[in-house]
């Protein structure tokens, strides 16, 4: 059977939206820990503007200064190429380049159009070939946009092509502002899967209404082995109209592990790590299973 890949966000997606700056040493706790829980990257940060993301503001030191564990790759988000030149001077493992499916979605969050980044797409990719850094790209607005409504397949599958052609390893399908449903994720899924064969898929699913947990076991009945997901809940796009968290990574392994679909997470580990969230942040998080604890959990009668 093979092991699902738990890739972490919330260091990057959950932090970026945060009122509160979360201090840098604490960041790197956080990350440490995390690290010995089984889960197989981590996005660690964003080598954006400070003007742009004020709390991702020390992203160098962040990357800088956590613990390398071995099996763990460390991947980072890079705008531009003086982010990606600035991520490789880090030693990161993969970086990951973001764009939109729509246009109206890539001017707001990007000041872009689809053909525009891909333009800058290439740029990035020229300065990291020959590194050993893997590239990878995020299609925000994949299953819908929050400004032009649905977005075609056909769309999502060219420029699956043309970010293939330029030199990009892995693609990360966004339902951005959470509007996909489980009938569309799978039927999506199983046609990049046949049209692409080889590239490795990852589903990024954001909980806006209530269907993310449902969108993730469709994809991975689709044959979808590679999740993003965010600690508590946490994240949300701040360039998209009622755009809330991303499916809560404790949430979906006690899925799946409850399905007996190994995750390779130790599941107790990371819900002492995300129990600790509200005192970093200062409010609660979404996540459910760390306040009512796993299904097969039993209490003494009354």
């Given at each position: 059977?093979?092991?699902?890949?738990?890739?972490?966000?919330a260091?990057?997606?959950?932090f970026q939206?945060?009122?509160?700056f979360i201090?840098?040493?604490q960041?790197?706790?956080?990350?440490?820990?995390?690290?010995t829980?089984g889960?197989?990257?981590?996005e660690a940060?964003?080598?954006?503007?400070?003007?742009?993301i004020?709390?991702?503001?020390?992203?160098a030191?962040?990357?800088s200064?956590?613990q390398?564990?071995?099996?763990?790759d460390?991947?980072?988000?890079?705008?531009?190429l003086?982010?990606a030149e600035r991520a490789?001077?880090?030693?990161?493992?993969?970086?990951?380049l973001?764009?939109?499916?729509?246009?109206?979605h890539?001017?707001?969050?990007?000041?872009?159009?689809p053909e525009?980044s891909?333009t800058?797409?290439?740029?990035i990719?020229?300065?990291?070939?020959?590194?050993?850094?893997?590239?990878?790209?995020?299609?925000?607005?994949?299953f819908?946009?929050?400004?032009?409504?649905?977005?075609?397949?056909?769309?999502?599958?060219?420029?699956?092509?043309?970010?293939?052609a330029?030199?990009?390893?892995?693609?990360?399908?966004?339902?951005t502002t959470?509007?996909?449903?489980?009938?569309?994720v799978?039927?999506?899924c199983?046609?990049?899967?046949?049209?692409?064969?080889?590239?490795?898929?990852?589903?990024h699913f954001?909980?806006?209404?209530?269907?993310g947990l449902?969108?993730?076991?469709?994809?991975?009945?689709?044959?979808?082995?590679?999740?993003?997901?965010?600690?508590?809940?946490?994240?949300?796009?701040?360039f998209?109209?009622?755009?809330?968290?991303?499916?809560?990574?404790?949430?979906?392994?006690?899925?799946?592990?409850?399905?007996?679909?190994?995750?390779?997470?130790?599941?107790?580990?990371?819900?002492?790590?995300?129990?600790?969230?509200?005192?970093?942040i200062?409010?609660?998080?979404?996540?459910?299973?760390?306040?009512?604890?796993?299904?097969?959990?039993c209490?003494?009668?009354?």
């Open positions: 059977m093979t092991t699902l890949q738990i890739n972490e966000v260091p990057r997606d959950g939206s945060e009122e509160r201090p840098t040493e960041k790197i706790a956080l990350i440490d820990a995390l690290t829980t889960i197989a990257r981590i940060t964003s080598f954006v503007s400070p003007k742009a004020p709390n991702l503001r020390d992203a030191d962040v990357v200064t956590i390398r564990r071995e099996g763990v460390v991947t980072v988000l890079v705008p531009n003086k982010g490789l001077a880090c030693g990161v493992d993969e970086i990951n973001v764009m939109s499916a729509s246009n109206a890539g001017r707001a969050n990007l000041r872009m159009t525009e891909l800058q797409f290439a740029a990719i020229q300065a990291v070939r020959g590194s050993g850094v893997f590239i990878n790209a995020s299609l925000s607005t994949a819908g946009c929050p400004f032009e409504g649905q977005v075609p397949e056909a769309r999502v599958f060219t420029l699956i092509e043309q970010q293939l330029l030199g990009v390893e892995g693609i990360t399908l966004c339902d959470g509007v996909a449903n489980p009938a569309q799978a039927a999506l199983r046609q990049v899967l046949e049209r692409f064969p080889g590239v490795p898929f990852t589903l954001h909980n806006t209404r209530g269907m449902a969108n993730a076991l469709a994809a991975w009945q689709a044959g979808i082995t590679r999740f993003d997901a965010s600690l508590g809940g946490l994240g949300g796009c701040p998209a109209p009622g755009a809330t968290g991303n499916v809560c990574t404790e949430d979906l392994v006690h899925m799946f592990e409850q399905m007996d679909v190994a995750t390779g997470v130790n599941l107790p580990a990371l819900l002492d790590i995300s129990a600790t969230l509200p005192d970093l200062g409010h609660e998080t979404p996540g459910q299973v760390v306040k009512a604890g796993s299904a097969d959990r209490y003494a009668l009354p």
